[in-house]
């Protein structure tokens, strides 16, 4: 329940920051171009509102609804999710939106998403200069990599370390293993893997170039850590207290395991490959030899019922290496950072139209997980920059009732010098709004499967 708690008041943090940012871009450019608001909400205020407030000479209320499902900047004289049919049948007023030449319009309606991407750029860049960035140097990984069966039958091998993708040399790996800042950096470095036609990797001191499947997508696969992880050395970092295997042979943190039955041991992942093979060969005693102050010891063990070993790896066991950024080279790494999480989202989106893809699409729940279950304000606004991108983009897509759908208007508008009528868009208004309304079904369906099962 307190994990419950933490995820949920994280979600609710982030959204009403980057809903207030979003309508402020609205609301900025308004009164710039001097178009009355009427309503600044945070949250939705059906039938009634938690608190709100007009100050003395002023056009505008200000408040806070009861639904968290977003907010809204009703603007007199625009057809918007309010539906205020009423409003535009009465003779336009010069303060009215619908007064204003297109490329004002254009600009109210493209404020949110601009102050978004503002914001995550912002944040992105005071990340970067507060907490600076932590990779792992490839040519430092001398284990390289473990790969699946669906790796293994494109032809690479546990051990490979990645050098080229396509020719481009791989210098820096932003691994999940780390936080949630690396992780999308992870993605992108394994979304060029997906979509190189050559690989080249080092084994056994050699250059082995790999010629990559065009059938080969991240969906099929779902994240990295399904294709490929860091070949982890057999070190032990910690004892299972459950389970008695290690336990009774004596096995100590700072063990490195060398063999077992004499099985040699080169990874971490070798470990449970013996272990299965003696789960499945019934063989119960096992013979563990293992490294300690550069001494081999011998040790003996009977496996228990689970078959595990007991010895815990909590790391990579390399080096993890660290960027600090002044105050001012912050601003063009953060403005990297957030192009490169801005072409990724873009990237991945394609996958939503496909039926595995469409079973990803979530709603609070699928978010609210995303973010880390202890407060950890470098996670939080992470998440919260990375969901200011995601809410930009999914704005200015062309839907009628979003952002993007209001500015297809404008920009046809623009050109032909035709203005649709107030009917037409009321029609567009209300079709976006069955749309947002079925993927907002779809996505809640998909976190109660989750939930369930």
């Not at 020719?167 to 997906?194: P, T």
């Not at 336990?247 to 272990?275: C, F, P, T, Y």
């Not at 297809?408 to 032909?416: A, N, R, S, V």
């Amino acid at each position: 329940m307190e994990i419950f708690l933490i995820r949920a008041l994280q979600l609710i943090l982030a959204l009403s920051i980057l809903v207030l940012i979003h309508e402020f871009g609205h609301f900025l450019f308004a009164r710039i171009f001097k178009v009355r608001v009427e309503k600044f909400y945070l949250f939705f205020d059906w039938k009634f509102s938690l608190f709100k407030w007009k100050p003395k000479k002023s056009d505008t209320e200000y408040g806070i609804g009861w639904i968290p499902l977003g907010g809204y900047c009703k603007i007199s004289g625009m057809i918007d999710e309010s539906m205020d049919t009423e409003q535009m049948k009465q003779p336009a007023q010069s303060w009215e939106y619908r007064s204003k030449p297109a490329w004002q319009r254009l600009l109210i309606i493209v404020g949110g998403v601009m102050f978004n991407l503002i914001l995550a750029l912002f944040l992105y860049s005071m990340i970067l200069f507060t907490w600076g960035e932590d990779y792992i140097d490839t040519h430092k990984m001398e284990n390289g990599f473990v790969f699946s069966e669906k790796a293994k039958e494109i032809g690479f091998k546990d051990g490979d370390l990645l050098l080229k993708m396509d020719g481009e040399e791989v210098h820096e790996l932003y691994f999940s293993e780390l936080k949630m800042f690396d992780k999308i950096r992870a993605m992108n470095l394994f979304r060029n893997l997906c979509e190189a036609k050559t690989v080249t990797v080092l084994r056994n001191g050699n250059e082995v170039k790999i010629d990559m499947p065009e059938s080969l997508d991240l969906m099929n696969i779902n994240k990295p850590t399904n294709f490929l992880s860091i070949r982890r050395a057999p070190v032990v970092d910690g004892i299972d207290s459950t389970v008695v295997t290690a336990l009774n042979a004596g096995i100590q943190v700072n063990d490195r395991i060398v063999s077992i039955n004499g099985e040699e041991i080169n990874s971490w992942s070798d470990i449970k490959l013996v272990m299965d093979k003696m789960n499945s060969g019934n063989i119960a005693t096992l013979e563990i030899k293992v490294e300690r102050n550069n001494e081999i010891i011998s040790l003996t063990a009977t496996a228990d019922s689970t078959y595990r070993l007991g010895v815990m790896n909590l790391g990579n066991n390399y080096p993890v290496e660290h960027i600090s950024y002044s105050f001012f080279e912050s601003f063009p790494a953060g403005v990297g950072y957030a192009i490169d999480a801005l072409r990724g989202y873009v990237g991945d989106f394609k996958y939503v139209f496909t039926s595995e893809g469409s079973k990803s699409v979530g709603m609070f729940g699928s978010i609210g997980s995303m973010f880390p279950s202890m407060w950890d304000w470098h996670e939080f606004w992470l998440m919260t920059a990375f969901l200011s991108i995601v809410l930009a983009f999914m704005n200015i897509l062309p839907i009628p009732a979003l952002d993007g759908g209001h500015a297809l208007f404008l920009i046809y508008e623009m050109i032909t010098g035709k203005q649709p009528s107030d009917k037409f868009m009321e029609r567009a208004q209300m079709v976006g709004m069955l749309i947002i309304l079925g993927l907002f079904v779809l996505a809640t369906y998909n976190d109660l499967m989750k939930f369930v099962f």
